[in-house]
């Protein structure tokens, strides 16, 4: 079975401070893990993925995300936030082992301000 | 290249009715898989259609069925509302690679609201 917890439903941060963004997530098998962002009334942006090698992916818009299986965690950050981020993002996981069923977690809306 | 597409954009049924949403899959992508997203919530995985059979399901009554048709197009219905279906309705196509990522590309939804 797998699962997604986002760490925060809501998260604030000012223009041009760091954005983190927390996912942990649990998986029986190894997993695949993508995060995506969701503007108002719009579907779902692929930002990012993890399947293999390098634990440090880049993504879009500046995102990047570290795959620790140590700390089965996944979290999302950008060094510097702009207006333009704020959305909601939400973290996934599906198998690798061909199942394409994918779990999301609850979302967390990032704020930016002025 | 088009991307995936939905129809229609928002619909308001009432409790018992029945409901049809429709996605075009981006070209080139022979699987669909559609998902429910209430509001202040994730995307729930319903189901997924692969060369126009299901190809796994998730906890969704039986009244939620679909179609995936020759174009690889697809079809969600959902009989005998409930308010509870009040929800927007994404599709996602992706083209399944043998050792590979599953990557889907999502429409912009369907908003469906049930009184």
């Known amino acids: 079975a797998q699962s997604v917890t986002q760490l925060g439903s809501h998260v604030s941060v000012s223009e041009g401070a760091l954005v983190l963004l927390r996912c942990n997530y649990s998986?029986?098998?190894?997993?695949?893990l993508f995060w995506y962002v969701q503007y108002p009334n719009q579907g779902l942006q692929l930002l990012l993925k993890y399947t293999t090698g390098a634990t440090l992916v880049k993504g879009i818009n500046g995102f990047e995300a570290e795959f620790k299986k140590s700390e089965t965690s996944f979290h999302l950050t950008k060094p510097s936030a702009h207006m333009s981020d704020a959305a909601e993002y939400f973290c996934?996981?599906?198998?690798?082992?061909?199942?394409?069923?994918?779990?999301f977690g609850a979302g967390t809306r990032l704020f930016v301000k002025a | 290249e088009t991307g995936v597409t939905q129809s229609p954009t928002h619909l308001i049924k009432t409790r018992g009715q029945q409901v049809t949403l429709r996605c075009s899959s981006q070209s080139g992508h022979n699987t669909v898989s559609w998902y429910q997203q209430a509001l202040g919530q994730g995307p729930q995985f319903i189901f997924q259609y692969y060369r126009e059979e299901e190809n796994g399901r998730g906890n969704f009554p039986p009244r939620f069925s679909g179609l995936q048709f020759p174009n690889y197009s697809s079809e969600l219905n959902v009989n005998a509302l409930e308010l509870d279906d009040s929800a927007l309705y994404l599709c996602a196509s992706s083209f399944p690679l043998a050792g590979g990522v599953n990557e889907q590309f999502f429409g912009p939804g369907t908003r469906l609201t049930v009184l």
């Open positions: 998986s029986s098998v190894p997993p695949y």
């Open positions: 996934a996981v599906s198998p690798n082992t061909g199942g394409f069923k994918t779990i």
